[in-house]
């Protein structure tokens, strides 16, 4: 291979990192599922608990009840149950293949909590929809939904109630009838289930079955002789010789490389003034992602790449339902280290009609830490609250010497960390940004 081909192929092999990465990530997590005893799509993988470290998605939120409804409309449209908000709430969002939102689902979604059969449609029908579904157009065969049963609080009650509540959720493929079929449970619970990106060769096999899965969209042509040359290629095996191996490795090493870059940039633009927290995205990927990347002069491929490099889910609607905000640094802007101790000061009067919560997360992999508790929220029956109202979660290898232990989240030396807080029901306090939450300090 001339040297001319070695720059061609890394070339190329580093643009299908960037422009695959949310199809691969999607299809982590549907191998993951085959793994927990998932035996193919149209079935929901869920916990039905609170999860633990074993859940090694990309950024999960370990204070729900999570369900991942897989769908297939190879052979005809699929049915998507969501009951009313009695006695529950579900936020969730269905998406395709490349995790594009079609719509969301429950109180901030289409049924505005009343609750819906949702009927997912494979890309061109023309049928017409029988009456009482909503109609879910999907250019892709295969996506999946994230639903989130959410607990009134952290009680073991609570969470057995949210429990009862998803199982009120339906999901089938739909007949000429329109009977309700079966639905297929597979609990994840207790058990390893890893999508975390894989960093190595393994990234293009994982890629070459997305592209045997599914049709290439009309925007993504440009693509085809892209990854032909890495060997990817519609209805031929994927068989790299040792030298396109090497040069494979490379590529995507440099990519993680590139990508974190883009990650950091985020906190360039923090969303306090003043603070390390940033608003995980840009406008742009906003604003495709609901448009399903149909906007014509606009494909925001770095961006969406980047984004699915920590995290798996795009809502329609985003901060209407839920907002999401991360920090990678204390005050002085410096990284957060698992080895160290730090405290947060969560001013009082959150601007929620839900929860809040702050979860850790290894700073590399953006999973869940290898520790017993994964998160603190309001939701937290123990949670220490100050006289004036305010909340002081610490993070550390220990617990604070002083502190309320229920308000500690464990780090792990040896890796940074960094930190989501998220927010059900955002309010208008949070939007306007008259409430401010402050930096990590670190003690």
């Known amino acids: 291979?001339?040297?001319?081909?070695?720059?061609?192929?890394?070339?190329?092999?580093?643009?299908?990192?960037?422009?695959?990465?949310?199809?691969?990530?999607?299809?982590?997590?549907?191998?993951?599922?085959?793994?927990?005893?998932?035996?193919?799509?149209?079935?929901?993988?869920?916990?039905?608990?609170?999860?633990?470290?074993?859940?090694?998605?990309?950024?999960?939120?370990?204070?729900?009840?999570?369900?991942?409804?897989?769908?297939d409309t190879s052979d005809g449209p699929v049915v998507l149950e969501i009951p009313p908000a009695r006695g529950g709430t579900i936020n969730g969002t269905v998406m395709n293949y490349w995790q594009a939102p079609i719509e969301d689902v429950g109180p901030a979604g289409l049924d505005a909590g009343s609750g819906a059969k949702y009927l997912i449609l494979p890309p061109g029908y023309a049928d017409p929809v029988p009456e009482n579904y909503i109609p879910l157009a999907s250019d892709t065969y295969q996506g999946y939904a994230l639903l989130r049963s959410i607990p009134a609080d952290q009680n073991p009650h609570s969470?057995?109630?949210?429990?009862?509540?998803?199982?009120?959720?339906?999901?089938?493929?739909?007949?000429?009838?329109?009977?309700?079929?079966?639905?297929?449970?597979?609990?994840?619970?207790?058990?390893?289930?890893?999508?975390?990106?894989?960093?190595?060769?393994?990234?293009?096999?994982?890629?070459?079955?997305?592209?045997?899965?599914?049709?290439?969209?009309?925007?993504?042509?440009?693509?085809?002789?892209?990854?032909?040359?890495?060997?990817?290629?519609?209805?031929?095996?994927?068989?790299?010789?040792?030298?396109?191996?090497?040069?494979?490795?490379?590529?995507?090493?440099?990519?993680?490389?590139?990508?974190?870059?883009?990650?950091?940039?985020?906190?360039?633009?923090?969303?306090?003034?003043?603070?390390?927290?940033?608003?995980?995205?840009?406008?742009?990927?906003t604003t495709n992602s609901t448009a399903g990347f149909a906007l014509r002069g606009s494909?925001?491929?770095?961006?969406?790449?980047?984004?699915?490099?920590?995290?798996?889910?795009?809502?329609?609607?985003?901060?209407?339902?839920?907002a999401y905000l991360v920090a990678i640094t204390d005050t002085a802007r410096t990284a957060l280290d698992g080895a160290q101790n730090y405290r947060l000061t969560v001013p009082a009067d959150a601007p929620v009609s839900q929860y809040w919560s702050l979860t850790a997360y290894n700073r590399d992999t953006h999973t869940l830490l290898p520790t017993d508790i994964l998160s603190r929220s309001s939701l937290n029956p123990d949670l220490v609250t100050n006289p004036d109202g305010t909340i002081d979660i610490y993070f550390g290898p220990q617990a604070p010497e002083g502190g309320p232990a229920a308000n500690w989240i464990p780090t792990v030396v040896g890796s940074g960390f960094e930190v989501m807080l998220r927010l059900y029901g955002p309010q208008q306090a949070f939007t306007d940004k008259t409430w401010v939450l402050p930096d990590i300090q670190r003690l």
Do not use: C
Request: no cysteine; proline share 7%; hydrophobic share 40%.
């Open 1 to 71: 291979m001339s040297d001319a081909s070695d720059k061609a192929l890394h070339g190329r092999a580093f643009e299908a990192v960037v422009w695959g990465m949310s199809a691969v990530n999607f299809r982590l997590m549907y191998d993951a599922g085959i793994s927990a005893g998932m035996t193919g799509s149209n079935q929901i993988v869920w916990w039905p608990g609170l999860m633990d470290h074993r859940n090694q998605t990309l950024t999960p939120n370990p204070d729900v009840i999570y369900l991942m409804p897989f769908y």
């Open 159 to 285: 969470i057995e109630t949210a429990v009862a509540y998803a199982q009120q959720i339906a999901f089938y493929p739909h007949t000429p009838g329109g009977e309700t079929g079966e639905t297929l449970w597979v609990s994840a619970l207790e058990q390893e289930f890893n999508s975390a990106i894989r960093w190595d060769t393994s990234f293009f096999t994982t890629l070459n079955t997305m592209v045997q899965a599914e049709p290439f969209l009309e925007r993504d042509r440009v693509m085809i002789d892209q990854l032909a040359t890495l060997g990817i290629v519609r209805g031929t095996p994927f068989a790299p010789d040792e030298a396109t191996k090497t040069v494979l490795d490379t590529a995507i090493g440099d990519a993680k490389e590139w990508l974190n870059e883009g990650y950091e940039a985020y906190f360039d633009a923090p969303y306090w003034p003043g603070t390390g927290w940033a608003i995980p995205t840009v406008p742009a990927l």
């Open 299 to 322: 494909y925001p491929v770095d961006a969406r790449g980047v984004s699915f490099t920590f995290e798996f889910f795009y809502p329609r609607h985003l901060g209407k339902g839920q």
